[in-house]
């Protein structure tokens, strides 16, 4: 299974960006699905999940600015980031449950560079 992003770049503060993510490989099912972040020197942190129902949960630093979304049909996840500011910059990670065979596992994406400045 390999997990595919896209979209990062660099963007003004106040500016948006739409990361996504798409899963491919020998999938069964896709469980849940995320994105986290890592700044430079700091750990990684959870930033917006999203069940296969659609439930979502937020990071307070994201909320009301950041919206995750799925296409089940397409194993993809989106990351609609608004209102970005100097603290957002940091590498995005999406991340998946995949169920390959019989056994559900982790996967991680490869990274995403996000920087926001003037």
């Known amino acids: 299974v390999q997990l595919v992003e896209s979209g990062g770049g660099l963007v003004q503060p106040g500016g948006s960006l739409r990361l996504s993510c798409a899963a491919s490989?020998?999938?069964?099912?896709?469980?849940?699905m995320a994105w986290y972040r890592q700044a430079s020197g700091k750990q990684r942190e959870l930033a917006a999940t999203i069940a296969p129902i659609g439930t979502t949960n937020y990071a307070d630093s994201v909320k009301g600015r950041f919206t995750i979304s799925r296409d089940n049909a397409k194993n993809t996840v989106y990351l609609q980031m608004n209102g970005l500011r100097p603290d957002d910059t940091a590498v995005y990670y999406c991340f998946a449950v995949v169920q390959v065979g019989s056994t559900p596992n982790n996967y991680w994406g490869q990274g995403t560079q996000v920087t926001v400045s003037s």
């Open positions: 490989g020998n999938i069964v099912t896709v469980y849940n």
